[in-house]
């Protein structure tokens, strides 16, 4: 069983940044597609991004693209979402999800899930 468990979250201001982190716990962290969803008050879930487990391929949700970066980094077992240039609408819980092999956007194929750390954007 893979857990895992975000940080980095906080209130930031139209425009600026914030790195969130997501530590996994396993011994094959790196045979894992990972990903971020995130969900506001009300609203369904969405996919953000997703890098594979090969870390050659990236996705990205046409909403958050040029402005958020995926990245992982196997040897600490870590994901990291770089947000920059945020804006209110990206006001939403995030969410780490893992995938072992190939994953998609789909919440379905997603098979372990985080806690959640909440970002909020303000105007």
């Known amino acids: 069983q893979v857990q895992m468990v975000e940080s980095g979250g906080g209130l930031v201001q139209a425009g600026g940044s914030l790195r969130l982190s997501c530590a996994a716990s396993g011994r094959t962290f790196s045979l894992y597609t990972m990903a971020w969803f995130r969900q506001a008050p009300g609203k369904e879930r969405e996919f953000v991004a997703a890098?594979?487990?090969?870390?050659?391929?990236?996705h990205y949700a046409d909403s958050v693209k040029g402005r958020f970066t995926i990245s992982r980094d196997n040897a600490k077992n870590t994901v990291y979402l770089q947000m920059d240039s945020l804006k209110p609408e990206d006001t939403a819980v995030y969410y780490c999800?893992?995938?072992?092999?190939?994953?998609?956007?789909?919440?379905?194929?997603?098979?372990?899930w985080g806690q959640g750390t909440q970002v909020t954007v303000s105007s």
């Open positions: 890098i594979s487990w090969s870390g050659g391929s990236t």
């Open positions: 999800a893992a995938k072992l092999y190939s994953g998609g956007r789909f919440l379905a194929e997603y098979d372990y």
